[in-house]
């Protein structure tokens, strides 16, 4: 069995997992209590805040533990919505390939008076950072743009758009749930304001996150009830899980140089491979991408097929985002480059984890190989194309 759909999720470290075991029995208490236990589990609480901070260049204070990606995401963009409104300032920009987690947030923003400008992402899955300079307007409150997209894995630049809204005094979030743990994250250096992180993306744990915020913004709260984490994140901190999550982003951290050294070597062995196939194309920069991403479409064929027959041969990967892979509906972040309805279909996403060997790779491009002909064997629509009744796209 070949995993290759780490983007979707990735399997838990030893250490983390150890971690997580060893702290399910020494630190139970409440953090929030004064007594023994409580204050054993506050002081692991703690740590793991200090831990997460060190890998990203924050301060502890400025690191919110959240649920995942999703509702730090939310918090980020409602938070400093809420800010520009107490100014007069109600006007978001952002790209049309974000996750879905921004996307909503902003169409609920939306319906409640906000301005939102969706920035066009150009074929190569970039965003050039001219362009966010020029839709920023002097009733801007917030740039949302995510770091690495979790379909097509291009890396934005994120430093040089950070310095714009800094320059121009406005608030930059990037949702780097794809990026945390894979390749380097400064938010000092990347000049960031509000940054998402989910643990399982990173060999964490599932239902851990973390949010930050430089100090001096003020979160709006999501979930009221308590004071935990200073008052803006209500509910009884998962301690365990918290700890396993910045144990495995330490991991992460000081194995990173190596691990991603060997991701694109791999990455790059099974692009080549997948180029030789007729009439598929590789989506977004070959260059300015996630050490472990490939995604591509092949024209012709239709990618829930594709997934299943992969499966059958021992491939588990994707279509799309794992958020919408159950949905027939072509990826948001296809159509954002440029895709068309057709061949965004036939798309297939394979993220690769830090293990995978060049037998494996070999693998991959060998039975994809196999089952993109098999399924236009049979296709109408590539039937259509070899007889000229279409015209080729790729």
Known sequence: MIYADNAATTKMSEAAIDTMISLLGEAWGNPSSLYMHGQKAKEVLEKAREDVAAVIGAEPREITFTSGGSEADNQAIRSAAELGRKKGKMHIISTAFEHHAVLHTLEKLKSEGFEITLLDVHENGLIIPAEVEAAIREDTCLVTIMYANNEIGTIQPIREIGAICRAKGVLFHTDAVQAMGHIPVNVAEDNIDLLSASGHKFHGPKGVGFLYAK?????????????????????????????????????????????AAHQKAMRDRLIEGLKQIPHSALNGDAVRRLPGNVNFCFEGIEGES?????????????????????????????????????????????????????????????????????????????????????????
Not at 230 to 258: Q, W
């Open 215 to 259: 100090k001096g913004i003020r979160l709006s709260n999501l979930i009221e009830g308590g004071a935990q984490e200073r008052g803006k994140r209500a509910g009884t901190e998962n301690v365990p899980g918290i700890a396993a999550m910045a144990e495995a982003l330490k991991e992460a951290a000081a194995h990173m140089e190596e691990n």
């Open 306 to 394: 594709l997934l299943l027959l992969l499966d059958d041969k021992g491939i588990q990967a994707s279509s799309g985002s794992a958020c919408t892979s159950g949905s027939l509906d072509p990826s948001h972040v296809l159509l954002a480059i440029g895709r068309v309805h057709d061949v965004a279909h036939g798309s297939l996403r394979l993220s690769i984890g830090e293990d995978i060997t060049e037998a494996e790779v070999d693998e991959i491009i060998s039975s994809v190989k196999e089952v993109v002909e098999y399924l236009r064997g049979f296709s109408p629509i590539w039937r259509d194309l070899m007889e000229g009744k279409k015209e080729f796209i790729l």
